[in-house]
């Protein structure tokens, strides 16, 4: 399979506690997104990284949130001090960049459902 | 500011009928709009995009949609609906200024396809 992979797939926690997700782009996509998406609503855009570098975050990630992509491959996104309201479906995405062909789609991962208590 | 509006949570439909999904949007400027398809508990499956030319393009599994540059819309239509085309479905729409960094995809809320046998 040479689509976007998310690892886990679900992931419950207690209030309080850390967790980490990562994501598995396209091999030769270099461009990757998060995304949240909660109960009834569309995904919400976290932030995007173009290689190693984070080019963009949305003011939900807020300072418990950290998103990394040290090697321009796989990402982590991390959340320290969990909430309920955390509570939600993480998405990874991943596209190739401009100005390549097709560098306007996203192509999506299975994400991560995470359930805090 | 960019926004999209779905503005019907569901949609039933007999099979054999045509549908339609509609969509509209808000962008400063020239807009990309694209529509995905989730399945319950999987990721957003990319089904067609509008970038520029023609304003009725074709996408995956015979969905097709039509951009109304005047009217802001973008709805996704079907000739002929399958039951298992019965799904939520998202329209997306991003700024087209290649200037810039952003790379944000704007979700609607969704809309609940049901197609009945």
């Known amino acids: 399979d040479t689509g976007v992979s998310q690892d886990p797939r679900h992931k419950i926690t207690k209030r309080g506690q850390n967790v980490t997700f990562r994501c598995d782009p396209i091999?030769?996509?270099?461009?990757l997104y998060w995304y949240r998406q909660t109960l009834g609503q569309g995904p919400e855009f976290l932030t995007y990284?173009?290689?190693?570098?984070?080019?963009?975050k949305s003011r939900l990630l807020s300072d418990r949130f950290s998103a990394e992509r040290p090697k321009g491959s796989f990402s982590t996104l991390e959340i320290q001090r969990t909430e309920q309201g955390d509570s939600a479906m993480y998405l990874c995405?991943?596209?190739?960049?401009?100005?390549?062909?097709?560098?306007?789609?996203?192509?999506f991962g299975p994400g991560t459902r995470l359930t805090v208590l | 500011a960019q926004s999209v509006a779905q503005p019907e949570d569901q949609v039933n439909v007999a099979e054999g009928n045509p549908l339609t999904v509609k969509c509209t949007y808000s962008?400063?400027?020239?807009?990309?709009l694209f529509w995905y398809v989730q399945y319950p508990n999987r990721g957003l499956q990319f089904l067609l995009k509008?970038?520029?030319?023609?304003?009725l393009v074709k996408g995956s599994y015979g969905f097709e949609a039509e951009f109304n540059k005047s009217q802001t819309s973008f709805h996704l239509k079907k000739p002929s609906a399958l039951v298992s085309d019965s799904a939520l479905y998202f329209c997306?729409?991003?700024?087209?200024?290649?200037?810039?960094?952003?790379?944000?995809?704007?979700f609607g809320r969704g809309t609940q396809l049901t197609v009945w046998p």
């Open positions: 995405a991943s596209s190739l960049a401009p100005p390549t062909g097709d560098s306007d789609t996203q192509y």
């Open positions: 091999s030769e996509h270099n461009r």
């Open positions: 990284f173009q290689n190693e570098a984070q080019l963009e």
């Open positions: 962008v400063s400027g020239n807009p990309y």
């Open positions: 509008y970038i520029t030319g023609d304003n």
């Open positions: 997306a729409v991003r700024d087209s200024d290649r200037g810039s960094t952003l790379g944000r995809l704007y």
